[in-house]
């Protein structure tokens, strides 16, 4: 007895042992926390970062909130365990509970990418804080500079802190004529973080929900495709928040070859990648080629693609050995699979019905090239040039609609490669592209990030540019049907995201059976 009292004694000292309390609180100056009412200061290690930390005698189970320059959150906070997690100011829900999708093919998933770290988990948005030169920073977001600058990155996620001093920092594709005033960023780290050093973070102001993007890269890989990781972030320049993003791969980027195609550990020697622009449909003539432009650092030898392409012309489609042969030298199952993707989201600015948003990379230890998805904004019904009908067509139709994309219509001649394909459609519907799981996932998604929307909605962006003017109560109201925008200047979110699932889905299980 005078044991178990010792037991119980000793538990209860740890259990008002100093407890580790950090918020992100962007422009607070005088940060504290009240744990049951009694307040403590916190300071920030950091003084260009809003991230404060502070060690308080606190017991499990303690309510707990921030006080910010005065002003105290309105519900409160339990503490688990002996340190939170990094908390964000106003945000209710640090963490959530959503569920990774389940496995929609399993069978010859890729597998050889890097486990995704931290900054990539679902249920976390990390806020990513750039500091750099005031003038600079200035000559990028006012005027819309194409100059990469030096800049200090510090990106944190649910748990730790990442500080990058002499990141390259610039903006995506500046002085386009239909850029955003929400403009797009990109940034190099002079180190790796999670196998990558090459980050791209797009606006997602042609979907009000900020959804699709990333849902379409999440459904890609459970598909078992190499595709890009996304997630979304916080973002702020010199203190000064500019909204949510989809922090993701660049594709055309060794980074992400090297964390997605070889999982870390590349070769000595990489192959020629390209990014592939408007045309790229692997016809075999002199346009298609130049739509393929070398990445940055790479080779401008295009031979590969010439050969795969006049290969493709010449194929013997109907021979099950010749499509065999054409696989070793094009990574054919795995394009078959984005091509899937395409066709289920209607990505109408991709492969198949533009022959663009694409890349390729060739492999030199096995001479094998392998096709790259990217840019999946317009997909699940946004901006979709087609009446409604569209979505119910099947893919059989597509290649007759589209005939550019020499690639998946030749080889969705071959029967067996046609049967692969629709088991790869078939089984992505029946176990995630429907109205139950995927939906679920959606509202799960939409219900956890709406705080940070309901922040990005009250920013007034700083640069030139299209100005749809979403609403926050059309954050949501676009998952259940088609909304305009505000400021009648485009924007075509016609169909609900929600609604669009539900519809195609049932097409294709209609179509087949399911």
């Known amino acids: 007895m005078l044991f178990a009292g010792l037991l119980t004694i000793s538990a209860v000292a740890q259990a ?35 991230y404060f930390v502070g060690e308080v005698d606190a ?46 093919i399993g069978t010859n998933d890729w597998a050889n990418a890097i486990t995704p770290g931290p900054i990539w988990d679902i249920n976390y948005i990390p806020s990513v804080f750039v500091n750099g030169n005031p003038t600079e920073m200035k000559s990028l977001i006012k005027g819309l500079s194409k100059k990469i600058y030096k800049a200090k990155i510090t990106i944190i996620d649910a748990d ?12 995506h594709k500046p002085g386009k004529t239909h850029n955003n005033a929400k403009q797009s960023w990109k940034w190099k780290l002079p180190e790796e973080l999670n196998g990558r050093d090459f980050f791209k973070i797009r606006h997602m102001e042609e979907d009000p929900t900020q959804i699709r993007e990333k849902l379409y890269a999440d459904v890609l890989r459970s598909m078992g495709v190499y595709a890009p990781q996304a997630n979304m972030i ?71 693609i010439q050969t795969v392409s006049h290969e493709l012309e010449n194929l013997q489609v109907e021979d099950d050995n010749a499509v065999a042969e054409f696989s070793r030298t094009f990574q054919v199952d795995q394009f078959l699979r984005f091509m899937v993707m395409e066709f289920l989201a209607a990505h109408w600015d991709g492969y198949w019905q533009e022959q663009t948003n694409i890349g390729a990379y060739e492999d030199k230890s096995n001479h094998m090239l392998y096709f790259l998805g990217q840019d999946f904004d ?27 994309a020499v690639m998946i219509n030749k080889l969705l001649e071959n029967p067996k490669v046609k049967a692969t394909f629709e088991s790869y459609l078939k089984s992505t519907v029946t176990n995630v592209f429907n109205n139950k799981t995927l939906s679920a996932r959606v509202v799960d998604y939409h219900n956890f990030i709406l705080p940070d929307l309901k922040w990005d909605r009250s920013i007034k962006q700083q640069s030139k540019g299209i100005n749809f003017g979403w609403t926050f109560d059309q954050v949501t109201e676009n998952l259940y049907e088609g ?21 195609k889905s049932e097409a294709v299980s209609k179509e087949f059976n399911l």
């Open 378 to 404: 317009a997909t699940f019904g946004v901006n979709l040039p087609f009446d409604k009908d569209f979505v119910s067509l099947p893919y059989t139709d597509y290649p007759e609609k589209f005939q550019d």
């Open 483 to 503: 909304v305009s925008a505000p400021n009648h200047n485009g924007g075509g979110a016609d169909w609900g995201l929600l609604e669009y699932i539900r519809v």
């Open 59 to 104: 017991s499990t189970n303690s309510q707990y909130k921030y006080i910010v320059d005065g002003k105290a959150e309105d519900f409160d906070r339990t503490l688990t365990g002996t340190s939170t997690k990094n908390d964000i100011f106003l945000r209710p829900i640090t963490y959530g509970n959503i569920s990774p999708l389940p496995n929609a």
């Open 16 to 50: 008002v042992l100093a407890a580790q309390f950090k918020v992100i609180a962007p422009s607070g100056k005088d940060v504290q926390v009240s744990i049951n009412g009694m307040n403590t200061k916190l300071s920030a290690p950091d003084a260009d970062v809003p």
């Open 160 to 171: 730790s802190v990442h500080t990058y001093q002499g990141a390259d920092f610039q903006l």
């Open 234 to 304: 916080r973002f702020f320049i010199n203190g000064e928040g500019f909204g949510t993003f989809n922090m993701l791969d660049d594709i055309p980027t060794y980074s992400y070859i090297r964390s997605v195609i070889y999982g870390g550990n590349p070769p000595s020697e990489m192959g020629p990648l390209f990014d592939g622009a408007s045309g790229a449909s692997f016809k075999a003539d002199k346009d298609m080629l130049n739509a393929f432009l070398a990445s940055d650092g790479s080779p401008e030898d295009k031979t590969l």
